[in-house]
């Protein structure tokens, strides 16, 4: 590879840019997306459970919503072009999402203060299900084909609306709900804990069918991935993350049956990142699936590298920061406390 080439400089740091949001998107979906989870499943308990699930998140959930701030910044800046088109694409659905997160942060502090306590509760895990079936919404039309010509979004406002994206909203609820559960088994104990064991198996089968219809609904949609994924070698190499995605959701079910309290989170957790790399590995070089390409979407090389030492200081300080707040914030969540959160 030639470095003193632009194009394949300009490439190269595409490349980078296009591993790092990918990598961003994991940290988010996986972090985010148990408080979220945890939220939906608040609307099916009662008062004295929902106490215990939101006590659980109160010193973490809206540090885990800094990573999607860190997505949208670092798509604004390193693929511009793709960040435009994504939202006039999905406006609808981003806004809903923002409206969700709106509603469930609002929520979370009134629970504490006020005297109706079910209400804001109940609007806690509302907002939760909003946001989440917003991102179902937007990931389904993502993958579904943005309509793009020469760089400008040409389709309808509701082109994210079909059949296949109601089935990824789905996928995405019983995902994060599942993440939830399992978080909720390492923090809590006796009936709320053994809920989360029997929801738990229920929500895993969901997440493997609604991956089985997007594993077969993306080739029969993209003829290009079609022939990509059954051409010899790249079908044996294509086969690996799926494979490790399925023996991941065999030893997540072995866990529940067990009884494990961090394996499942763990094997949840695996599953999201086999997935994501293969849907990652799927549609590249495209950033926009069927539309741009990250060369096409790219900033400028001057514009890539000057971002890249930005992130690089930026990130671990993160990552440690996360990581410090969840060994502080360890442990299970005492039921009988008065101040939960």
């Not at 949001?21 to 994991?26: D, Q, Y």
């Not at 502090?109 to 946001?131: D, I, N, P, T, Y």
């Not at 989440?132 to 020469?150: E, H, R, Y």
Request: include cysteine.
């Amino acid at each position: 590879m030639d470095f003193g080439n632009p194009q394949e400089l300009h490439h190269v740091l595409a490349t980078v840019w296009f591993l790092i949001i990918g990598l961003f998107m994991v940290f988010y979906v996986v972090l985010d997306g148990f408080d979220l989870g945890v939220g939906v499943l608040s609307l099916f308990v009662g008062e004295r459970r929902r106490k215990v699930m939101m006590a659980s998140l109160g010193s973490i959930w809206d540090a885990n919503e800094t990573w999607l701030v860190v997505i949208g910044g670092t798509l604004f800046g390193a693929f511009p072009l793709a960040y435009g088109t994504v939202l006039h694409g999905l406006y609808i659905p981003i806004i809903l999402m923002l409206l969700g997160f709106m509603l469930r942060g609002v929520s979370f502090e009134f629970h504490e203060l006020s005297e109706r306590k079910a209400f804001w509760g109940a609007m806690f895990g509302v907002g939760s299900l909003l946001a989440t079936i917003a991102q179902g919404f937007a990931l389904g039309g993502l993958l579904n084909g943005v309509k793009v010509v020469n760089g400008v979004y040409v389709g309808s406002v509701w082109e994210w609306l079909s059949p296949f994206s109601v089935i990824v909203v789905l996928g995405v609820v019983a995902g994060y709900a599942m993440l939830g559960s399992t978080y909720l088994i390492i923090k809590t104990k006796d009936d709320i804990q053994a809920g989360c064991y029997q929801r738990g198996q229920l929500l895993a089968w969901i997440m493997l069918a609604v991956g089985a219809v997007v594993t077969v609904w993306t080739p029969l949609q993209f003829p290009q991935i079609f022939a990509r994924w059954l051409t010899t070698p790249n079908i044996y190499f294509f086969a690996v993350l799926p494979a490790l995605a399925l023996l991941s959701f065999v030893m997540l079910l072995r866990a529940l049956k067990r009884q494990a309290e961090v394996a499942p989170f763990v094997w949840t957790m695996l599953i999201f990142l086999f997935s994501f790399a293969g849907l990652a590995a799927t549609w590249y070089p495209y950033i926009v699936p069927g539309s741009l390409t990250i060369d096409q979407a790219a900033s400028d090389s001057g514009t890539l590298v000057f971002m890249l030492i930005g992130i690089g200081m930026l990130i671990p300080v993160m990552i440690t920061y996360n990581v410090y707040q969840y060994i502080v914030f360890r442990g299970k969540i005492d039921p009988d406390a008065e101040h939960a959160y």
